[in-house]
C-alpha cells in the first residue's frame, strides 16, 4: 500500500489477432471451362491469401485502478438496532 492509504492495481492484455482469411468458391461450370474438361466436384474453395500469413491488428489493453481507502464511522444507535434484530441473534 502506498502513503495516505492509496491502492494502485492493474492489468495488461495482449491479444493476439485473427488470421484473415479469403476464399473463392469455384462451380463446377467454372472449373471446367479453365481446366478443358468437365471438373469431378461441384464446387471447390480456393484460397486467395494463404492460411496464417496475414493478421488483423494486435489488440493492446491496459486497464488502472486507484482507490483510497476510507474508514466510515457508524451511530452507536444504529449498531445497537442491529444487533437486537432478529435475524443476527
Known amino acids: 500500500m502506498f502513503p495516505w492509504q492509496i491502492q494502485v492495481s492493474g492489468v495488461f492484455q495482449s491479444i493476439p489477432p485473427d488470421s484473415i482469411l479469403a476464399t473463392y468458391p469455384v462451380s463446377n461450370a467454372e472449373a471446367s471451362a479453365s481446366l478443358g474438361r468437365p471438373a469431378t466436384f461441384p464446387s471447390v474453395n480456393v484460397a486467395l491469401i494463404e492460411p496464417a500469413t496475414e493478421f ?4 493492446n489493453q491496459l486497464d488502472l485502478r486507484v482507490s483510497k481507502s476510507a474508514v466510515a464511522a457508524v451511530a452507536p444507535r444504529l449498531l445497537q438496532r442491529h444487533r437486537g434484530h432478529p435475524r443476527h441473534r
Do not use: D, G, I
Open 56 to 59: 488483423l491488428e494486435r489488440v
